[in-house]
């Protein structure tokens, strides 16, 4: 323990290192679990993040440190008054000045991040649309709006829907951009992927949508986030970026079997598992 | 400052009972709102230990996922309306006249009226849980048009709200018009003690944003039994609708839950480190600002939704940012310098400190938009509730619990019960919702009954529920402290600390109608000014 004896300074550093040892513990912690995320955009969000902890580590640790210190520091040693300090004058001025200055720092570095991640995909972006319901997700491709490797041409839908005890798997190609139409007939879900650092409810009587570009291929965890009733727990769903040929393989495999042989005049021709 | 005891009109005597009943004296007003707050405070607790023993491990059934939504629902619900909402109105009865230096309230039967609205409410929500269907079970943000799919206990709980909102509506008006005109002489609104200014912020948030509270949920009622299309779009109603009226009430309603206790701690710290509070008048307009900001962020909570302005309320919360900053300056400028104790108050008014700064710094997580997109609704945001909920508010509950015990009850809480009591609650409070921040970055969404093995988050999860159950061990000290302060004898003097305010001029407890003689107000510290003279300006 510190004695009151402690020279002054040896206090402040103790203080201090507390305070930093504290904010460090905190930072290895976020980093080791915070996702870096699989899309652009996540990585762009995920770069704000680390900007907004840097900011609140260094607050946490100057208020802290000076709590720790003024806590040792001025402990009571004997019955006279202390100086009877109202505050008022320059420090006043500091004490709005200092958070007016971090918060629109904050903010704008919040609002270029937001507009970054906002803009908007072509049209002719793979289109999926996503809806909801108590409690699983239907995933809906239109054989004409497929990205990159679109017959327009092509005819009909291929849909997987799911069950809370079956998770749907949602099937996306790496490094092209991907819309997400978001609906719901039923109550408000929202589609959350945690790798990319990204919800958006699905709203009824009205659609959402957004739009990221993968990076990694892979399986990803996803869920429900919004309350939706007994099962809501139960609404997980994979999502697995895949390569492009991967992507036409399967869309072909999907609609030669939801729709029949021969609907689907598929051009890469490569048959996956 | 002794005070003569009046003597009671005798010839009738009244049973206890019914005294207790009938009263409509503030500080009797005051005790029945703490007895029933610290109930639903309990019984909250349990709900919430029942929810941390279903999380604790992974794909648990020990509720099922239906029940789970009411206990979590009516955990929520508890806590906010029948607890920490009210909890305010219990000190502030006892307190506000007190330290103002008047004799009652202005309108006591009107506010006999609003404590004795919360008892049917409460009986009315909880009765929830015995009715077909269940307790309400969407939230205590009962979001439409989820709102609508669920049994009749959730009629009960809107009912149940609409009251509580009558009566914190009604007991603010009382606190406004008991601050503007029955100040002691000489006490100038400037020299008024910071509790109150508080209060007087917390009961104009009140006053301005409980009806409309209600007129949501008075559409949603009307949705729900009689086929009204509000919050329907299938009959021309909007779903987002719901979400702006209810947050619209529910973001000042946080101020609501948290200025008073900002008020207790800023009572507490100086009077333990024996100076003025550092900076009176900018904790005051912060107060005023975070009153006026607060009604201007509720889309905060809707980011999510696709449908809100983003820059605008990215922007009003971060500005929100300012005078918080603005009070926690306020605060280590009154320790620094000081000639600092630490008994049992103070110490939970420097760990209210301490969450509190906690609780605002993972709040920008969620002003900066695009990192919202991520946290919102994931245990993240549940860690930054309790640590703004709990961490503030609870532990200056508490605080306050201790600090004024003495003036309240006339005796003393047991010191070293009291320090045992805040070291596990400290330890207990960090370990069950730190760790909630890291399942939430790691995309665990709050309100799930259950999670997959695979996820991953059952070590953070059971080490969570851990903490939980430490808290409640921690009110054992708590309560044997009670427990042996009421079988001894009332031994306090007027003022067993060297405080600064007015209450602490009279007898402990005070008798009725307060004070026989009040000292001259010459600053916002009337005692320390008499027992100081003016060595010390
Ligand atoms: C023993 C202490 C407490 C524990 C262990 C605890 C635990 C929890 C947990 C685990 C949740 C998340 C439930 C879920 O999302 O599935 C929760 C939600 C919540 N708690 Fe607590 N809590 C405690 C005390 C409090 C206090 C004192 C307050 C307020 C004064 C409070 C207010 C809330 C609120 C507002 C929610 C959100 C509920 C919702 O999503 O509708 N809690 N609590
Ligand atoms: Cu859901
Ligand atoms: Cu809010």
Redesign the interface.
Known sequence: MLRMSLPRRVRLLAAATAAGLLALLATG??SA???GGITDEAR??NE??WI?TI??LI??AL??A??VY??IR?????D?????????GK??V???G???L???G??T???I??VQ?DDKADDDALTIDVTGFQFSWQFAYNLNDLGTNTDPNAEGTIAVIGTPANDPILYMPVDEPVEFLLKSN???H?F?V?DF?????L????V?SFTVTARETGDF?A????????????M?FTVRVVERDEFDAWVADEAARQLGEGTLVSSSGTQGD | MATVAVPQLSGYHRPAVLDWITTVDHKKLGILYLYFTLFFFAVGGILALLVRTQLAVADNSFVGNDAYNQIFTMHASAMLFLFIIPVWAGFGNYLVPLQIGAADMAFPRINALSFWMLPPAGILMFAGFIVDGGAADGGWTAYSPLAQQTGVGMDMWIIAVIVLGMSSTIGAANFLVTMFRMRAPGMTMFRMPIFCWTMLVTALLQLLATPVLAAALVMLFIDRNYGGQFFDPNGGGNVVLWQNVFWFYSHPAVYIMILPGMGIVSEILPVFSRKPLFGYKAFVFATIGIGGLGFSVWAHHMFTTGSVLLPFFGFMTFMIGVPTGVKIFNWLGTLWGGSISFPTPMLFAIGFVSMFLIGGINGTYSAAVPVDFALHDTYFVVAHIHYVLFGGSVFAVFGGLYYWFPKIWGRKLNERLGKLHFALMFVGFNVAFFPMHMLGLDGMPRRIAVYADSAGWEALNMLSTGGAFLIAVSMIPFLIAVVMAFMRPKDQPDDPWEANTLEWATTSPPPHYNFDSLPPVRSERPLFDARHGDEAH
């Open positions: 912690t976020a679990i915070q996702p762009l969000m704000l993040f907004v900011a609140g607050v946490f208020v802290a000076a709590l003024a806590i001025y402990r009571r040693k004997g006279e008054l202390p100086p009877q300090f109202h505050g008022g420090i006043e500091a004490m709005v200092v958070p007016i971090i918060v629109i904050l903010f570095i919040s609002m991040t937001l991640i039923d109550v408000i929202s959350y945690v650092l990204y919800k958006l409810d709203i009824p009587g009205r959402n965890r869920q429900c986030a919004e309350l939706c009733g007994t099962n809501h727990a139960l997980r």
